[in-house]
């Protein structure tokens, strides 16, 4: 029989073999788009919550799904920034699943936040004389609580059904640790672990068929034409973007081919990558209020309007 290496409560992450000599210029690149996340998601939240025009239900759950973002990106690039620096690529078992727990809590807030943003933009456009009766600050409150609440909660069941699991290895072929990499190192029954895995997917698969059908009725019912576009086609780029990051890292997770290593990892950090950094951007280019804020932000020539207009 195999046997339980669990007390050794540290991980190899081995997807850092096929990086050899070129981990500088990876560290290089790390940072820089660690730093790049950082600031426009920053400044997103900033102009925000400083800005009182800003202080609607559409911002703020716009500003929710960025510090999600940061979340998310943190929990991925300061180990990985550690281990490019390193030659051990070691993660404790206590740090391996605090990088877990983070990236999946930003993994689960990014798909609710994106279905609560799509009840606001339905009761937006097909309800806009009811909207801030249904749409008070003590509904808003109560939303972003309920998308914590609930991201945290899948997030803590599925570290604890980990937990449980006897590890008869402690290699891990990523360059980060993961949900279904720490199972498959398991030499017990995983069979609770993949049917948890398979109840989360068909919980997010519907939130994905509930934004999309709701966008289709906006479609048809939507008066209003140009508002449709510069309100909730971010929201729909969004929430493209992060499904397809998320469909790969599945896919290749569960799926992968061995003989590509170094691409699987590139695909499987896809999903910590690219929206924590695309999510602004369009946000920022897309809506008017905030492209005018931020031209307001960077006037050097009367920066006070920023803070107090």
Same mark, same amino acid.
Not at 72 to 92: N, T, V
Not at 267 to 273: D, G, M, S, Y
């Given at each position: ?20 000599? #070129? ?22 939240? #900033? ?31 300061? @180990? ?14 206590? *740090?391996? &699943? ?11 807030? @990014? ?11 339905? /009761? ?9 009766? /249904?749409?008070?600050? @003590? $509904? ?17 069941? *599925? ?5 449980? /699991? ?35 997917? &068909? #919980? ?63 695909? %499987? ?17 897309? #809506? ?17 309007? %920023?803070?107090? $207009?």
């Amino acid at each position: 029989p195999a046997k339980n290496v669990s007390s050794h409560q540290q991980f190899i992450l081995n997807g850092f073999e096929e990086l050899g000599e #070129l981990r500088p210029i990876y560290f290089a690149l790390a940072l820089t788009s660690y730093l790049f996340t950082i600031l426009v998601n920053l400044t997103l939240i #900033l102009i925000v919550c400083l800005d009182k025009a800003l202080h609607q239900p559409m911002y703020v759950f716009m500003c929710n799904l960025c510090v999600s973002g940061v979340c998310g990106a943190s929990s991925f690039y300061l @180990q990985l920034l550690l281990d490019l620096l390193d030659d051990a690529h070691i993660i404790s078992y206590a *740090g391996c &699943f605090v990088q877990m727990f983070f990236m999946y809590a930003y993994i689960f807030c @990014q798909f609710t936040s994106l279905t609560v943003m799509a009840y606001d933009r339905y /009761l937006a456009i097909c309800q806009p004389l009811r909207y801030w009766a /249904l749409m008070t600050v @003590q $509904k808003v409150a109560l939303l972003l609580l309920l998308i914590w609440f609930l991201s945290l909660l899948e997030t803590a069941v *599925g570290c604890i059904l980990i937990t449980r /699991l006897p590890l008869c290895s402690h290699i891990i072929d990523r360059i980060f640790c993961t949900n279904w990499e720490v199972v498959k190192l398991s030499c017990s029954d995983t069979t609770a672990n993949s049917l948890y895995g398979i109840v989360l997917m &068909f #919980l997010h698969c519907l939130q994905i068929v509930v934004i999309i059908v709701s966008y289709v009725h906006l479609i048809r019912s939507a008066t209003d034409r140009k508002k449709f576009v510069q309100t909730c086609m971010p929201h729909l780029f969004s929430l493209l973007v992060f499904t397809v990051s998320v469909f790969f890292d599945t896919l290749y997770s569960r799926y992968g081919i061995n003989s590509m290593p170094a691409l699987q990892n590139v695909l %499987a950090a896809e999903f910590l990558v690219v929206p924590p950094i695309v999510n602004p951007i369009i946000y920022g280019m897309n #809506l008017q209020q905030i492209r005018t804020r931020i031209r307001i932000w960077f006037n050097l020539e009367n920066p006070q309007r %920023a803070f107090f $207009k």
